[in-house]
Every structure is written in structure tokens, then in C-alpha cells.
């Protein structure tokens, strides 16, 4: 039995805010559905062969235009789909109406929804008792590691209260009934990983960040492109002669660094690792300490996946006017408690955007701390997402034909099943390719063929 939410007592299929955007929220679902070709092609033989037919399938990811025709394609291959928000802030509320009226799919999820409902609905999606789990920054499958290993003072309050009145045998169930679950982003990846590392994951993961096909362009190109657009829509500032300084020089900071180079900015980039700061330095950046960044950035981004990244001894050196943002997974990489602390504030000047006094000047916070393409933008393009979820498509379908087979650890979808996305992604760009003759087949094959 599927169960879900409840409210007000009875129980209940969804939680939106308002079913009459339902309208608004299917033209903007079709919209991003144009660009999503390779998507759509999965969907097509989905739903010939229904390879998820009777599978229930608990999604906690940004309820985006995105997300919405991931979740149909799911649907399409046989899934009972129920979808809660991966972030507070990211849900397109009209997205959501779309999927509960027009699919039927069950959605919990609220554009800026309190901490508190924030988790009612991540229970919700975990009394969907999924055969498969879908991530994006691991909340389903940390929520249910807690349970496995009844360390339930660790659970959010709603869950944690739900998950009391479950008997000792329904709670083993819960993750018994987990054959293998997703993970779409890096952050989500890396905690995973120290759980297998630690001998404690319950089940097979599929790291779908780990697929050249997501991070190379979602990462780079997606992140890069939607940072700047949530940083642009928060604040209109002109980034042409600014100095932007971009922490971590990862997939996402490299496009990210990359896209503000190319409106025109100065770029700083900060790192921890000396062969990422290596390659910046010779991508032709500056590289520098945030120390010594502080007192020259107009614009500080993080996108580490680190925690406390932007410290109060930054911020307090800072110009007056300073404009710092977060792109990372979670909304740790700037010391908002500490700001918080010393400063005077916050004001609200305008939506996204926040301000603070600080040592006699102003610095302005944007989006919580949060991710800012979510938060003030509309994620990532389409294009780019839709080779990240051809990846959690064809990962769902790989758990459910592979489920005797894979072992309680992180592993990626085969490195054939990437390159086909690839090579999808290309058709439809109209982009064609030479293939190896054979002469050259040799040649590669060979050790002892002419120098
Ligand atoms: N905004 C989005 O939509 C979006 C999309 C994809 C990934 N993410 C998230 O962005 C974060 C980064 O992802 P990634 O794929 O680039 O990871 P990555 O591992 O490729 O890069 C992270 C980089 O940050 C550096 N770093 C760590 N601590 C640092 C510190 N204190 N100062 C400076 N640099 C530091 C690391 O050395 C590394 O080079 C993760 O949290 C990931 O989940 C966000």
C-alpha cells in the first residue's frame, strides 16, 4: 500500500500550493520538453516496453520543468511515481500542479516551504515505500540509513515521529524494500561513497553524477550558465568590470568561472587543491586565497560542496556592497549563523537578496545562502538535463534489471549506456561524427604497427 501525506487528518496524494497553475505549468513543462530529445526518446521505448512496471518510485529532486518530464518518463516505463523537493527553494509551483493534475503523479512540495514541511514531505515520499529511490543530495537514502540504523534522534522531527509509530518489522521493511536507489549530484555522491566506505549502505546506489553525460556538461555547462542567470535575476548587476570571485574550481566552478569570464568579469578563483588551482592558474585566472580575495571581490560565489567556505573574517574585510551567493548543494559553504552573529540585519532590499552591516559596511547575501540557480533562476537549462536524466532514467531501468546482481555499494551505469546518451545528444544536434576505419581499429589494438 502506498501511503501519503496527511493533512489536516486525512490523508492525502499532495501537498502544492495551487492546483490552478496547473495550466501555466504544462506549457512550461512542454516548453523544456523540446529540448529534451534524448529524454523523449527514452520515453518512447518506456513506454513499449514498460521496464518499471510495478516498481513504486520515491523522487526527492527540484520540482523543475526538468524534473517534470523525468518524473512522466518514469511514469511512462511503469512506475508509481511520488516526487518531494530536493531544496526548500527550488519548486516551481506550477510544475507541481501540472504533474497532480494532468499525470497524476503524487507531489509534495511547496516553493519555500518551512524546514518543518520541508521534511513532511521527505516523509511523505518515504511512506511511498519505494522499490527505488531518486536523489539529489541523498535526504531519501540518509533518512533511511537513520532508520536502518535506528538512530532516529538523527531524523527531522515530522519523519522521525512517523517513523515511531512503525513497528520494529515495518521499519526493516521500509528498507529491505529498497532495491537500489539514484544519486543525481556530487555532494549527494561523496556521502554516500563514506557510507559504503563505512559498511553501512543498505543497497546499490548508482552514482549518476559519475556519468561522463552528467557532470562534463550539467556541472560545467548547466551550472555555469544558471548560476549566473539566478545571480543576474537576483541582483541586475552588470558583471562586465567586476571582480568575481569563484571558490572551487571543480566541474562547477570551472563553468561557472568560465561563463563570468565571458560577460566580462575579472575572475579570482580560490582552491584547496594545488592541481585544480594549477589548471586555473594556466585557464589564465587569478588564483588567490580567499584572504586575500576578500577586499577585492564585488561578487563571491562558492561552489565547493565544502562547508564554511565564506567565514566571518572574509566577510568583515570585504568592500562596502559585497555580494556574496552560494551554488554548492547545501547552504553550509557561507557562515550565515556566524554572520548572523556580528552583523546587523538582515534586510530584505529586494527578493533573493539580503542585506547585512558588518564592521560599517553592507554586504548583500543572496538567496539564503542557497543554491542561487534554484533559488532566483530556473535551474539548468533543459539541454543539459536532459542527459542528466536520460542517465536516471536508464539508471532506474539498470537497477531493476540488475537487481541480483549489484552489491550494497556506489557504482555508475555502464560507460556503453553513457556514450549512447552521447551519441543520442549528438543526433540531435544535427552533430555527426567519423567512425574509426579499420586500419585505424588495428593501429589502437596494436603495440608493434609502424611509429
Ligand atoms: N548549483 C547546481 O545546480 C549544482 C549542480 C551540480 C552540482 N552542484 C553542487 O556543487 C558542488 C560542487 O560540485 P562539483 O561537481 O563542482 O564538485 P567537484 O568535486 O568537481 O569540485 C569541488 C571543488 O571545490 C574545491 N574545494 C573544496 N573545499 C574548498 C575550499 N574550502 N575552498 C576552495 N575550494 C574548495 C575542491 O578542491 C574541488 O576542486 C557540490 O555541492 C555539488 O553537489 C550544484
Not at 516496453?49 to 529532486?61: F, I, Q, S
Not at 548572523?340 to 554586504?363: D, M
Not at 549512447?420 to 555527426?432: C, D, F, N, P, Y
Amino acid at each position: 500500500m502506498s501511503e501519503t501525506a496527511t493533512k489536516g487528518g486525512a490523508k492525502a496524494t499532495n501537498d502544492i500550493k495551487d492546483i490552478k497553475l496547473a495550466d501555466e505549468g504544462r506549457r512550461r513543462t512542454e516548453w523544456a520538453e523540446r529540448s529534451m530529445p534524448v529524454l523523449r526518446h527514452i520515453r518512447e521505448r518506456f513506454a513499449r516496453e514498460r521496464p518499471l512496471t510495478g516498481k513504486r518510485l520515491a523522487a526527492c529532486l527540484h520540482v523543475t520543468t526538468e524534473t517534470a518530464n523525468l518524473a512522466v518518463t518514469l511514469q511512462a516505463g511503469g512506475a508509481d511515481v511520488a516526487l518531494c523537493a530536493s531544496n526548500p527553494l527550488s519548486t516551481q509551483d506550477d510544475v507541481a500542479a501540472h504533474l497532480v493534475r494532468d499525470h497524476g503523479i503524487k507531489v509534495f512540495a511547496i516553493k519555500g516551504e518551512d524546514h518543518a514541511t520541508y521534511y513532511e514531505h521527505i516523509r511523505a515520499a518515504l511512506a511511498h515505500r519505494a522499490d527505488i529511490t531518486m536523489d539529489d543530495g541523498a535526504d531519501l537514502v540518509g533518512a533511511l540509513h537513520m532508520i536502518a540504523l535506528n538512530r532516529l534522534d538523527d531524523l527531522a522531527p515530522p519523519v522521525r515521529k512517523w517513523v515511531e509509530t512503525l513497528s520494529a518489522a515495518d521499519r526493516k521493511a521500509l528498507v529491505a524494500g529498497v532495491i537500489g536507489s539514484t544519486e543525481e549530484t556530487t555532494t549527494g555522491v561523496i556521502r554516500l561513497k563514506a557510507m559504503a566506505k563505512d559498511g553501512v549502505l543498505q543497497f546499490p546506489v548508482i552514482a549518476v553524477n559519475d556519468s561522463l553525460t552528467k557532470h562534463l556538461f550539467d556541472n560545467r555547462y548547466g551550472t555555469g550558465q544558471s548560476t549566473l542567470d539566478g545571480i543576474i535575476r537576483a541582483t541586475n548587476l552588470l558583471i562586465a568590470g567586476s571582480t568575481v570571485v569563484v571558490a572551487g574550481y571543480g566541474w562547477c566552478g570551472r563553468g561557472f568561472a568560465m561563463r563570468a569570464r565571458g560577460a566580462g568579469a575579472n575572475v579570482i578563483v580560490t582552491e584547496i587543491d594545488p592541481m585544480k588551482a594549477l589548471e586555473a592558474q594556466m585557464d589564465g585566472y587569478r588564483v588567490a586565497t580567499m584572504e586575500a580575495a576578500a577586499p577585492v571581490g564585488d561578487l563571491f560565489v562558492t561552489l565547493t560542496g565544502n562547508v564554511e567556505v565564506i567565514r566571518v573574517e572574509h566577510m568583515k574585510a570585504m568592500k562596502d556592497g559585497a555580494v556574496v551567493a552560494n551554488s554548492g548543494h547545501f547552504n553550509v559553504e557561507i557562515d550565515l549563523e556566524g554572520l548572523k552573529k556580528v552583523a546587523t540585519g538582515p534586510v530584505r532590499v529586494r527578493e533573493f537578496v539580503e542585506e547585512f552591516q558588518l564592521a560599517g559596511k553592507k554586504i548583500f547575501v543572496l538567496g539564503d545562502g542557497r543554491l542561487i540557480n534554484l533559488a532566483a533562476a530556473e535551474g539548468h537549462p533543459a539541454s543539459v538535463m536532459d542527459m542528466s536524466f536520460a542517465n536516471q532514467a536508464l539508471a532506474a531501468e539498470y537497477v531493476v534489471n540488475n537487481a541480483k546482481k549489484l552489491g550494497k555499494e556506489v557504482s555508475r551505469i555502464p560507460a556503453d549506456l553513457d556514450q549512447e546518451i552521447a551519441r543520442l545528444k549528438l543526433q540531435s544536434m544535427g552533430v555527426a561524427i567519423d567512425t574509426l576505419t579499420a586500419a585505424q581499429r588495428k593501429y589502437l589494438a596494436s603495440w608493434d604497427m609502424g611509429t
